[in-house]
Every structure is written in C-alpha cells, then in structure tokens.
C-alpha cells in the first residue's frame, strides 16, 4: 500500500519560474517529512525536511509546505534553475516507520 | 568526512543465485537503512540496523535478509533471485534510528537475468 503519493510523475518548468513538486500521505503517524533530490546514478541526497509542529521551512530557494489537515506537503523551488532537473522524493517518518513517494522527475528548461 | 559506500557498485545475477551486498555508513553513524528502488515502486524501506540489530522491517519476503556488525558496516542478502527483484538497491545511514534525516550512498545496481 502506497501511504505517501506523488502524483505527477513528471513536472517541466522554464527557468526562472517556480517549481510547486506535491505529496500526499494517508497515515496519521507521520510526524517529519523530507524531501530528497536524485540526479542520474547517484543515490537520492536529503534537501529539506520539516516536523508536523510547523507549516513551513524555508531553505534558501526551498520551502516546503505542509498541511496537516489534509495530508498533503508540497515543495517550492523559486526561482527553478536548468540545475535542479532531477527526480524529487518525498518521504514521511513516523512511529519507527518511514516511507517515500514513487518520485516526481523535474525538468527546468533554459 | 568520507560519505556512505556501498559495494558492489553493477552486479548481474541469474534466477536462483543469491546475493551480498555491502554497505559501510559515515564515520559515527549508527544506523543503517536499506532500500530498493524501481521505477515503477520508488523508493521502498527493506529494513533498518541500529546498533546491530534489526530495528524496524518493510512489507519484502524473508528471502531478503541483512545485518550489521559492531563497525556499523551493515550486509544485504538475497537468496533465490527472481527477475523482479532487479533494482537500485540503495543504503542510508544516519546518527541515530526511527526516521531521522539519512544520507544515501550511491547504490547497487542489481539485474537479474
């Protein structure tokens, strides 16, 4: 059973513009969220987390969002530049358990 | 500070064979996690090692097993190989157990012809 969703397998954005990357979670336990970033051959590296006590964390261009009363986290990248083409994992932590989203592939074009 | 290894890096296996793989974590880190990663699947936990022992356990059969020795260097094994179980076969470590933020290695590449 899939409980933390991203949707879109796929997001193309120009450069400059903003990149909104969404996940979904169906277990209540959850209480950290991350958000990991996967270029080609390489293993997955952690970007920006945030904990179930705050609504948003801020990284520099990164700010993840996170709405508990529906379940859902969403990852803003402004603005979006050619290099962070890459797949985007989202994962969900909680009670000694963690699981991750399929990936959504972000592609920027100059 | 040296990042987390694991080896080997491609491996080709037939149905039946089995299989190790190894994973040695950062310098400090206690636990080790790992992970099987397929297109279609993402990312899904195989299990996770804190101070040798298996902590916590994902929804994969017993084929798949693993353990970690007093150097935090922790092995995977496969036995009886299927097709299916092709993957990235990805290790995490971090400080602690239960969740905390992990730092992956560069994973295993497992075709299983």
């Known amino acids: 059973d899939q409980q933390v969703k991203q949707n879109s397998p796929s997001l193309s954005v120009q450069e400059g513009r903003i990149s909104i990357l969404n996940c979904d979670y169906t277990?209540?336990?959850?209480?950290?969220f991350l958000w990991y970033k996967k270029y080609p051959a390489e293993g997955p590296t952690f970007l920006i987390s945030?904990?179930?006590?705050?609504d948003k964390n801020e990284d520099g261009r990164f700010t993840v969002f996170l709405n508990k009363s529906a379940k859902h986290l969403s990852l803003h990248i402004v603005p979006s530049q050619p290099g962070d083409s890459a797949v985007y994992f989202c994962?969900?932590?909680?009670?000694?358990?963690?699981?991750f989203g399929a990936g959504t592939r972000l592609t920027v074009k100059p | 500070k040296a990042g987390v290894t694991q080896t080997p890096r491609y491996l080709i296996k037939t149905r039946g064979q089995q299989v190790t793989l190894s994973c040695s974590p950062i310098?400090?880190?206690?636990?080790v996690s790992w992970y099987q990663q397929t297109p279609g699947q993402g990312l899904q936990f195989l299990f996770e090692?804190?101070?040798?022992?298996?902590?916590n356990k994902g929804n994969f059969p017993g084929r798949f097993s693993g353990r970690q020795f007093s150097n935090s260097r922790s092995e995977m094994n496969v036995s009886t190989l299927e097709l299916g179980d092709s993957a990235l076969y990805l290790c995490?470590?971090?400080?602690?157990?239960?969740?905390?933020?992990?730092?992956f290695g560069p994973g295993t590449r497992l075709l299983v012809l």
């Open positions: 995490a470590s971090s400080l602690a157990a239960g969740g905390e933020t992990q730092y």
């Open positions: 277990n209540s336990m959850f209480d950290y």
């Open positions: 945030i904990s179930s006590i705050k």
């Open positions: 994962a969900a932590s909680g009670n000694n358990d963690m699981r």
């Open positions: 310098s400090g880190h206690r636990s």
């Open positions: 090692y804190f101070s040798e022992t298996q902590r």
